[in-house]
């Protein structure tokens, strides 16, 4: 398994093999040994799946607060995604900067996202599925976002803004300046 630290090093970009032969091909997708010798805090708890039917639908910027934040290992299996975390950890020398991939069926790439950074999605591609596993449960109480259009964080989204594709949840969310600190920083072992 190919593993990356992006600029913001805490987020990791993996690529584990596929074994491709005349039937198709073959993929581990997810050991607790390997992703635990990558630096990924389990135990994961929860998969949620996910369909966008249009191209440009955005899903989030969301996360949970404490003690049900959530890191989340995400990964495309049908379609193409512009994926982004966002730190929000009070402290950290990379508050409100953001790390982005893209990820697809074709490049089989996955993208860690741990707690204190909020996480949001983009569809490339009409009929894209999501799937993605989760260290906590989710719980309605503790959930929280920032509207994925924030002029303060200036995502460089995909997709124009009256081409987006959102719920209506999405399209009222605060932005992040007007949000009280939800996690601080502890330094580049944790967060």
Same mark, same amino acid.
Request: aromatic share 10%.
């Given at each position: 398994?190919?593993?990356? $630290?992006?600029?913001?090093?805490?987020?990791?970009?993996?690529?584990?093999?596929?074994?491709?032969?005349?039937?198709?091909?073959?993929?581990?997708?997810?050991?607790?040994?390997?992703?635990?010798? $990558?630096?990924?805090?389990?135990?994961?708890? /929860?998969?949620? #799946?996910?369909?966008?039917?249009?191209?440009?639908?955005?899903?989030?910027? #969301?996360? /949970?607060?404490?003690?049900? +934040?959530?890191?989340?290992?995400?990964?495309?299996?049908? &379609? $193409?995604?512009?994926?982004?975390?966002?730190?929000?950890? #009070?402290?950290?020398?990379?508050?409100?900067? #953001?790390?982005?991939?893209?990820?697809? %069926?074709?490049?089989?790439? /996955?993208?860690?996202?741990? +707690?204190?950074?909020?996480?949001?999605?983009?569809?490339?591609?009409?009929?894209?599925?999501?799937?993605?596993?989760?260290?906590?449960?989710?719980?309605? +109480?503790?959930?929280?976002?920032?509207?994925?259009?924030?002029?303060?964080?200036?995502?460089?989204?995909?997709? +124009?803004?009256?081409?987006?594709?959102?719920?209506?949840?999405?399209?009222?969310?605060?932005?992040?300046?007007?949000?009280?600190?939800?996690?601080?920083?502890? &330094?580049?072992?944790? %967060?």
């Amino acid at each position: 398994m190919s593993v990356e $630290a992006l600029a913001i090093p805490e987020v990791l970009l993996l690529t584990p093999p596929r074994f491709a032969d005349n039937r198709g091909f073959f993929s581990e997708t997810f050991s607790a040994k390997r992703e635990a010798a $990558a630096g990924i805090a389990g135990p994961f708890v /929860q998969d949620n #799946h996910s369909l966008s039917v249009p191209r440009g639908t955005v899903r989030g910027l #969301h996360l /949970q607060l404490a003690p049900y +934040a959530q890191g989340k290992l995400v990964r495309c299996v049908r &379609g $193409a995604i512009w994926d982004v975390a966002v730190d929000v950890r #009070h402290g950290s020398p990379s508050f409100g900067r #953001h790390v982005a991939a893209v990820l697809s %069926a074709e490049n089989w790439c /996955q993208l860690w996202v741990p +707690a204190g950074f909020l996480h949001g999605f983009c569809t490339l591609e009409p009929e894209t599925e999501v799937i993605y596993k989760v260290t906590a449960d989710y719980d309605r +109480a503790s959930e929280r976002g920032v509207v994925w259009d924030d002029p303060d964080l200036a995502l460089p989204w995909p997709v +124009a803004a009256g081409k987006a594709v959102l719920s209506d949840k999405d399209l009222v969310l605060p932005r992040l300046r007007d949000c009280p600190p939800w996690f601080a920083y502890r &330094g580049p072992a944790g %967060a």
